[in-house]
């Protein structure tokens, strides 16, 4: 067995996570572990300590009510998409969460880890822009609630200072006739990571208009990004053909991806327009039938 | 340092042991308790060949702290079989033949149990997807699907 390197708590308490991330450089939180190991294993070495939040009461509830869903950080992927509730009120946020790893990573893998990696393909990041997720933050200053699409700032950065972690993440209930989607394209059919990845959320008015619009993308700049000349084509319409090309349009010019080897910057922009429209069908048929 | 004392249940039994605090389940699993019937494949996640069951989720236990374990329970391959009785699954994947080096056979077979408890019936596609993440590199898939397949039928028929 290996020489101890790192300690290993497990707080009860918010506070206590948080007077530990706080007190110690390069502490680390502990949810899934999902990539946080990972990034270990491939070098990145032990932290000093890790603080284990799944024994936080408020990081592993699920809460579901009339304004929506509160959802601990810790919650691991399969328990949320396993969830019927969760995916008839966001079937394309239950798509997302359910793309991400395999079976064995999605029971450990959170939406805050995913989130917090702060990787441009994240799947369930997009899904949460559309649906206007907000993440709730305790620190050694209180609380704060940011929103999702504010929340990573580049590549492996988030707005997270010392001492914070994501506590909880807040999902407003959809309207009366409003739904969302969410697609990937990877070069596979199972485990890979997004070339391009689309949300969209449509909410409409009882003649079947579009009311609002949320579009975002991933893996098509240095972080998710909302198109909102695309969500902009879309409102007022009926999701018809001429709105969807629009909205196609404005994903494509808003991309600004890499080259590499997953794709190059022409196919992914190409893409990016071809999974907006996708999206926006889905989305505008299950809004219809709600 | 000192190293962590854990209390868990593996397979039943009440089980204690010493660890490092970067330690994972699988290293303290093989090298402390001497549970080698889970096996190391790539460590980060990605092969399937360590998958175990804590507290009744299938996770890849090179992934998950052993110090985490306290409290918990934990379910391997060794505790799959009912002393010398086979489950179907296992028995489907010898009828098979749906195993070669057999790294991979535990993982395939702790996460088939896993799924036919979930979705007794699967289809074809279904059991592909759930089992994506297990990796085999000397057969292919098609003898392991085939096995998990006739293994849910005998499960059927049998609580019939």
Redesign the interface.
Known sequence: ????????E?PTEVDAAVALLAGEEGARV?S???DL??Q???GAG?PP??V?V?RIPRLTAVQLDANGLRIGAAV?A?EIYENESIRSLWPGLAEATDLI?????Q??ATWSGNLCNASPAADSVPALIACGATAVIAGPAGERRVAVEDFTTGPGRTVLERGELVVEFEVPAPAAHASDAYLRLIPRT??DIAVVGAGVALTLDDGGTVTEARVALGAVAPTAIRVPDAEAALVGSRADDAALAAAAAAATAAASPIDDKRGTVAYRKKIAGVLTTRAAKIAYERASAR | ????RVETTINGEETEF???????LL??LR??LGMTGTKEGC???DC?AC?VV?DG????A????A??A?GRTVETIEGVADGHRLTPVQQQFLEHGALQCGICTPGFIV?AE??LEKNPDPTEDEAR??????LCRCTGYDKIIKAVLDAAAVMREERA
Do not use: H, W
């Not at chain 1, 067995?1 to 290993?8: C, E, I, K």
């Not at chain 2, 090179?62 to 702290?65: G, K, N, R, T, Y």
């Open positions: 067995m290996s020489a101890p390197v790192s300690r290993f497990a502990l899934g572990g999902t190991l990972v270990m294993r491939l032990a300590v890790f284990d799944k691991p399969a790893g395999s079976t064995q990573i029971g450990r199972e485990m | 340092m000192a190293k962590i010493l660890c490092s605090g970067q330690e994972s290293e303290v090298d402390g460590t980060t996640g399937g998958s804590v989720r299938l996770v890849p090179c992934l998950v702290l110090a985490e306290d996460a896993k799924l997807y759930f089992l994506a993440g297990n």
